[in-house]
């Protein structure tokens, strides 16, 4: 079954940091790009962040450029997301999904259940 | 700024048919920006429903269809179910590795 797992969420104060993991399973982890996506309590789905297949390429939302950093280990089949300099509207779920080969900053799914990233004083 | 256009809600009968529509403030939705669309029912994570324009994800029924309509891209439900009351979103491909969400569609089937 393929299977993604996010964890590292947390309460952190605006200024401060997080890495968030996203573990794989069940496919052939080198052999796909990798997103993520986060969605701010009660609002829309915000694409954040892709990388490819060997981390290579990489892309970042305006929103995030700059500040956040995302990675994968493919020996550990895992994707990551490192956070700095976090702000209030960086509050939200954070999911990792799936992309493909060559759209790599596209989610095709499946998609983690997400780990929540509260920014706040 | 690139902004991705969704109605902001629409509503369809049982049985019926809808089609949601993927548009750009500026210019017009081609299969170059690989039009692709999800199913979020609240509390769950996203479900893929198309992906490049009109491909259906595994498991999806084929009264989900995806298309390019006039200068937007396009979901189409045929057929329309009460489970089918969801929020559905598109996302486009802006190139250099960038995605963009659009606004989301809150689906009502009554």
Known sequence: ?121 | QTVVTQEPSLSVSPGGTVTLTCGLRSGSVSTSYYPSWYQQTPGQAPRTLIYSTNTRSSGVPDRFSGSILGNKAALTITGAQADDESDYYCVLYMGSGISVFGGGTKLTVL
């Not at chain 1, 797992?5 to 947390?10: A, D, I, L």
């Open chain 1, 1 to 121: 079954e393929v299977q993604l797992v996010e964890s590292g969420g947390g309460v952190v104060r605006p200024g401060g940091s997080l890495r968030l993991s996203c573990a794989a399973s069940g496919f052939t982890f080198a052999g796909y790009g990798m997103t993520w996506v986060r969605q701010a309590p009660g609002k829309g789905l915000e694409w954040v962040s892709g990388i490819n297949w060997n981390g290579g390429s990489t892309g970042y939302a305006d929103s995030v450029k700059g500040r956040f950093t995302i990675s994968r280990d493919n020996a550990k089949n895992s994707l990551y997301l490192q956070m700095n300099s976090l702000r209030a509207e960086d509050t939200a779920l954070y999911h990792c999904a799936r992309a493909g080969y060559d759209f790599w900053s596209v989610p095709l799914g499946p998609w983690g259940q997400g780990t929540l990233v509260t920014v706040s004083s």
